[in-house]
């Protein structure tokens, strides 16, 4: 084995500089999509929450959800990752249909996500969370009660991943502390650390930012790049405009449950429906309530 794929620092997969021949119009097909989905609605009694006629992902990109709150990004999340049915439609990951799969089974496939408010459990410490994450994809019942060797050496090995993981999140240092006792910042590390014990092919990540300090946001940010420099599809959910025009190979708009828009930052930057629609009026805080500022 080389010390290159050792250090999991493979050049960079030419996979987002294939996005430039693409157009950036709703539905846009990829050259190599991870993830699609056509169809797919989502009401909740009268409301309809996510109303999306086709979406792509294009594989190993940093690909941004945006769009004003309410706008559906939560729910397009849950239900393409089998947290929530969808009420029509379908999606597909690496080619093979989602239909009717769990979450947990979406999981195993290797699409894993986050979620908005985190859901660390709180009474356990960080490194038991993160074996726990580790538990659930494993499959571990059926290897324990067979093959307890085989079980001992997958413990070790997910305790060495959950190590490392926590080094990387400048959490190690708090291996031993509940979750509950963690800032709201490191409880969003500590999620996404989670989320990456079982070596997902993509993730998800609503909202990885919030409440984050800009430190650590930097330290995220720079997970995130690596992330996909290692071959990891990224869709993540973010506000800060800055954070996303830095950091996305390719930006999806989403309003009122409908793709308006999608591209590359610079097409998102100046398009006008996507100014109209959520970048003009952009003065509410994530999750606030959406109270209008100085008026
Ligand atoms: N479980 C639910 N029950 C009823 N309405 C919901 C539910 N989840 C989301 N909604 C509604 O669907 C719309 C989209 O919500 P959401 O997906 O959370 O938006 P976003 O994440 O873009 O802020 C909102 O109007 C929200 O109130
Ligand atoms: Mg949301």
Request: proline share 4%.
């Amino acid at each position: 084995m080389s010390s290159e794929s050792m250090a999991g620092r493979m050049p960079a997969p030419e996979s987002h500089d294939r996005l430039s021949g693409v157009s950036p119009v709703p539905g846009a097909a990829k050259p190599d999509p991870v993830l699609r989905a056509s169809g797919v609605r989502r009401s909740f009694g009268g409301l309809t929450a996510v109303d999306v006629e086709h979406l792509e992902v294009q594989r190993g990109t940093i690909t941004a959800l945006i769009g004003p709150n309410g706008a559906g990004k939560s729910t397009l999340f849950n239900v393409l990752t089998g947290f929530d049915r969808m009420d029509s439609g379908v999606s597909a990951f690496q080619g093979r249909s989602l239909r009717g799969l769990s979450g947990h089974r979406v999981a195993r496939r290797g699409l894993v996500r986050t979620f908005q408010l985190t859901k660390a459990l709180t009474r356990l410490t960080v490194m038991e969370n993160m074996l726990l994450a580790a538990r659930g994809q494993t499959g571990e019942r059926m290897v324990g009660a067979f093959a307890p060797w085989i079980w001992r050496g997958q413990e070790a090995a997910n305790r060495e991943r959950a190590e490392a993981l926590l080094e990387r999140f400048r959490l190690a240092h708090m291996r031993d502390e509940i979750a509950g006792s963690l800032s709201g910042g490191q409880r969003k590390l500590l999620e996404m650390a989670r989320a990456l014990m079982s070596e997902p092919t993509m993730i998800m990540l609503d909202e990885p930012m919030a409440g984050v300090n800009p430190v650590l946001v930097q330290s995220l940010l720079e997970h995130i790049t690596s992330l996909r420099d290692e071959g990891v599809s990224v869709l993540f959910v973010e506000h800060d405009m800055d954070v996303i025009m830095g950091i996305s190979d390719w930006i999806v708009v989403l309003a009122e449950g409908r793709v308006i828009a999608e591209g590359r930052p610079d097409d998102i930057r100046s398009n006008q429906q996507v100014i109209d629609a959520y970048l003009g009026t952009q003065h509410d805080e994530p999750g606030a309530g959406g109270a209008e500022e100085g008026r």
